[in-house]
């Protein structure tokens, strides 16, 4: 069962403007999720990561926002540049020693911005 | 500071055969993860080592091993290559186990003829 869901497969949005990708979950117990950005023959770049215990976390022009009860985050990119063209994963771990070291990721999400 | 490393990173293969990949994880970084990346199935966790031992193991069968190494750098084994076996094989390190943030290599495209 796909506990973490990216329902958009691709977004096309004109540079300057915001970028919003989304990402659903199910488990109540993951604590930490991530983004991260996979350009083609290169390896998931870490963007940006949330606690379950905040609703918000900024770096830059990147911006997650998580909403527990609706079980729902979203990575905001303000202003979106052309070399922000990429497929953005949605991650999320779970704490205890059985889950240690394992990401579940998302579909992922491909971004597209027009010049 | 040099980020994770991955070889080979290209490797073709026939049913049959079995590959060891490497990964040299980021320097100070002790806990390696390895994920296999599918269009169908996407990222899937394959299993983790921290200090010489697999302290978490995905969903796979048998064909899939790895270990770890003194100086952290890791190694992952698939014997007996079926055509499913063509994938994405990513590793990503972290400073310890349970530190959740990883920082992943460019992976190794291996194809199963």
């Known amino acids: 069962d796909q506990q973490v869901k990216q329902n958009s497969p691709s977004l096309s949005v004109q540079e300057g403007r915001i970028s919003i990708l989304n990402c659903d979950y199910t488990?109540?117990?993951?604590?930490?999720f991530l983004w991260y950005k996979k350009y083609p023959a290169e390896g998931p770049t870490f963007l940006i990561s949330i606690s379950s215990i905040k609703d918000k976390n900024e770096d830059g022009r990147f911006t997650v926002f998580l909403n527990k009860s609706a079980k729902h985050l979203s990575l905001h990119i303000v202003p979106s540049q052309p070399g922000d063209s990429a497929v953005y994963f949605c991650?999320?771990?779970?704490?205890?020693?059985?889950?240690?070291?394992?990401?579940?990721f998302g579909q992922g999400t491909t971004l597209q911005v027009k010049p | 500071k040099a980020g994770v490393t991955q070889t080979p990173r290209y490797l073709i293969k026939t049913r049959g055969q079995q590959v060891t990949l490497s990964c040299s994880p980021i320097s100070g970084h002790r806990s390696v993860s390895w994920y296999q990346q599918t269009p169908g199935q996407g990222l899937q966790f394959l299993f983790e080592?921290?200090?010489?031992?697999?302290?978490n193991k995905g969903n796979f069968p048998g064909r899939f091993s790895g270990r770890q190494f003194s100086n952290s750098r890791s190694e992952m084994n698939v014997s007996t290559l079926e055509l499913g076996d063509s994938a994405l094989y990513l590793c990503?390190?972290?400073?310890?186990?349970?530190?959740?943030?990883?920082?992943f290599g460019p992976g190794t495209r291996l194809l199963v003829l």
């Open positions: 488990n109540s117990m993951f604590d930490y």
């Open positions: 990503a390190s972290s400073p310890s186990t349970g530190e959740q943030t990883q920082y």
């Open positions: 991650a999320a771990s779970k704490p205890g020693s059985s889950n240690t070291g394992k990401l579940i």
């Open positions: 080592y921290f200090s010489e031992t697999q302290r």
